[in-house]
């Protein structure tokens, strides 16, 4: 690569630190997720090391930036796990709320999972968050049963709601945790 690559692609990733910082700072918009906000871009690059890095690497990922059309700046992020739950989460900001965002979005990537040959997803929400649930119904998603756990590394209970889509035809399987 010459120095004009390299310096495109500084400038790229400091973009996109820069919009998922916007997302990760919020505390209403990470209000219901596993993580507090962060404070600053460092806090923000961690984050990314230690949660997103990895997934490009494997030969079968499912981690995108949701952009406007109009700007292709990152407003926001959808992924579904590889592990066994095939855990389908997302996160946007809070101005982009009420849009239908996370719903158009997840319904291409649920198309995109399906093609590809997973046999499920599942998705959780804290029951004190139905908005997310909704997301859930709208990508196809249906209600399997609740849980309580004690939520790390919060430290308090939540009672959550785990949402199941069968790709397989298996329509009585539900996974369980």
């Known amino acids: 690569m010459t120095a004009v690559d390299w310096n495109f692609i500084f400038l790229t990733l400091k973009k996109d630190m820069e919009a998922l910082f916007l997302i990760l700072k919020d505390e209403e918009v990470n209000q219901f997720l596993p993580w507090y906000p962060v404070k600053n871009l460092e806090e923000t690059r961690k984050f990314y090391v230690e949660r997103y890095a990895s997934k490009y690497a494997q030969p079968q990922a499912y981690a995108y930036a949701i952009c406007l059309k109009e700007d292709n700046f990152p407003i926001g992020y959808i992924k579904v796990d590889m592990e066994e739950h095939h855990d389908f989460g997302y996160g946007l900001r809070k101005e982009f709320w009420h849009r239908g965002i996370v719903t158009e979005a997840g319904k291409a990537v649920v198309e995109q999972v399906k093609?590809?040959?997973?046999?499920?997803?599942?998705?959780?929400?804290?029951?004190n968050n139905p908005r997310s649930g909704n997301v859930m119904k709208k990508a196809g998603m249906k209600y399997c049963y609740s849980y309580e756990e004690q939520w790390q590394p919060?430290?308090?209970p939540v009672i959550f709601r785990i949402y199941e889509l069968n790709f397989d035809g298996n329509t009585d399987f539900v996974y369980r945790l």
């Open 115 to 127: 093609k590809a040959g997973l046999p499920y997803i599942t998705a959780t929400h804290d029951r």
């Open 154 to 156: 919060k430290d308090f």
